[in-house]
């Protein structure tokens, strides 16, 4: 039986900027060097997106390890429509690099997404009143198919960085993914 998807705010949807762009924003506790840390470190990082190195110089490989299946506290199978994902590596190269506030690299390398194009997803921080950061993440040069997926993972991977930076116990990853997977499918066309 499907839970309920959680109740957010409008501004946490993903916003489709143009066609093939879409736009995340998130406020996490501070400082920025932290949140910049939840990016780049793959320790950190493997808590709510995928672990992997990353070198941290422009044209510096990345390659994202991803285990979606892990990032729940308590067991939470992956569906059978994704177990393709668990142990993936998704392949890039960073394009933009301004520490601690900027980081943008290619998505999808490697050629994982069979049959399309690579694509760039880009961070930018900025420090906000009351100790808090502003991250907004954008996701550009995807097809419709790809979006449909991308849009509902970016957003629990954020729901989930959002959990993991607050010392919250995170629970659920596919469910919520599947319940928004809905919602975006219907307003990405």
């Not at 916003?15 to 996490?28: D, K, M, P, Q, Y």
């Not at 992956?78 to 960073?94: H, K, M, N, Q, V």
């Not at 069979?114 to 995807?142: D, M, N, Y």
Request: glycine share 10%.
């Amino acid at each position: 039986m499907n839970q309920a998807a959680p109740v957010l705010n409008s501004h946490d949807y993903g916003e489709v900027l143009e066609s093939g762009a879409v736009r995340f924003t998130r406020l996490l506790p501070g400082p920025m060097e932290r949140v910049w840390r939840y990016i780049t470190e793959p320790e950190l990082r493997a808590r709510w997106l995928a672990g992997g190195p990353m070198e941290l110089r422009l044209g510096g490989k990345v390659a994202l390890e991803f285990w979606n299946g892990t990032l729940s506290s308590e067991p939470d199978p992956t569906p059978a429509e994704y177990c393709g994902c668990d142990g993936a590596t998704l392949l890039g190269r960073i394009t933009q690099l301004e520490p601690p506030r900027l980081l943008a690299f290619t998505w999808g390398e490697d050629g994982s997404e069979a049959g399309q194009p690579v694509s760039e997803v880009t961070f930018e921080l900025t420090e906000q009143a009351g100790g808090k950061v502003r991250l907004v993440l954008t996701h550009r040069r995807l097809t419709t198919e790809l979006m449909q997926n991308v849009g509902p993972g970016w957003h629990t991977h954020l729901d989930t960085l959002v959990l993991a930076a607050e010392g919250r116990r995170i629970a659920g990853f596919w469910q919520r993914f599947l319940d928004l997977k809905a919602y975006y499918a219907a307003r990405i066309r």
